[in-house]
């Protein structure tokens, strides 16, 4: 599950409380959702397990295959309809359900030539190229050099708010248009 955090907020206080406000109310938000479908779920006499921030589950490869979006530059999800501003939660069951498959919306296309996120990011913690991780061929970000920062600065989403795919409204055309270059 993908849930939108508010652009507007965000934009203008990556690295301020009100940003980190909004980022827990986003995470309130989908943990109640995610608990709320397991539950449903269970109901059904299915197994369900909700996880949202948890470290048993990595959310954005699995929401990859799930056709949720794709791996942009900056590491996070993107999303055709909400951008790479947002948040992401799992349910596992085994309840039988029509299978998605991974998309693909036009990230790569776009990622490739731009520099937006490698340019604004204060500890140059994004490669602009793609390396070898763990046998996959991948955008990388060096969360070695990430993750201080973001301690010491109490936050941070600069890479995310600078993503042409954030803005909101703006992956639908974006997407399409990339699409129809190839």
Sequence with gaps: IAYPMNFEIMKENVT???GGLETIRAYTEITRIVIGLAK??????????????S???LQIPLAIKAGVGELGKHGSLINRELGSDLRLATVL???PMAL???????VEDLCAGCRR???DCPVDAISDDKQMVR??????????????????AYGCGI???VCPWSKPGRGPSLSQSLLSKR
């Design 16 to 18: 301020y409380l009100k």
């Design 159 to 161: 890479c995310i708010q």
């Design 100 to 106: 998605d498959q991974a998309v693909d919306i036009g």
């Design 135 to 152: 046998g996959i061929n991948k955008w990388y970000v060096d969360f070695d050099k990430c993750v201080p920062y973001f301690s010491k």
């Design 55 to 57: 470290a048993d589950i």
């Design 40 to 53: 449903h779920i269970r109901a059904k006499g299915w197994p369900a397990r909700a996880y949202c921030e």
């Design 93 to 95: 069951t085994d309840l």
């Design 117 to 119: 996120c490698t340019a």
